[in-house]
């Protein structure tokens, strides 16, 4: 059984939108979408608490992505809108137990997805 199922990503050109979702199998509330580009370090995007209504994004995506849930599901979507050439990048949900939930550093994280493709073109 795959931790957690991810979908969405794609390709769009700067100025567009994308959504990806992130559904949990395993009982873990806090979750987290990273990103990584080639050559570059793993970085922290959103983390968010299912059930809180309440999300901690990195500086460069705010205003632009936002977090929110399907409670029904148990699903967390990423809503990435004004997206730029610099969000080109491979994006992976991640889970963590409570004690760091919110956090946006990768090590916090033991359990991660497989990866969706976001490109943006210029």
């Known amino acids: 059984q795959v931790p957690l199922v991810e979908s969405g990503g794609g390709s769009v050109e700067a100025g567009g939108s994308l959504s990806l979702s992130c559904a949990p199998s395993?009982?873990?509330?806090?979750l987290a979408w990273f990103r990584q580009a080639p050559g570059e370090s793993r970085e922290g995007v959103a983390s968010?608490?299912?059930?809180?209504?309440?999300?901690v994004l990195t500086d460069s995506v705010k205003g632009r992505f936002t977090v929110s849930e399907d409670h029904s599901t148990n699903t967390m979507y990423l809503q990435m809108n004004s997206l730029k050439p610099e969000d080109t990048a491979t994006y992976y949900c991640?889970?963590?137990?409570?004690?760091?939930?919110?956090?946006?550093?990768?090590?916090?994280?033991?359990?991660w997805g497989q990866g969706t493709q976001v490109t943006v073109s210029s």
């Open positions: 991640a889970a963590t137990d409570g004690s760091d939930c919110w956090s946006l550093a990768s090590d916090r994280y033991d359990i």
């Open positions: 395993v009982d873990r509330k806090c």
């Open positions: 968010y608490a299912l059930g809180s209504g309440s999300s």
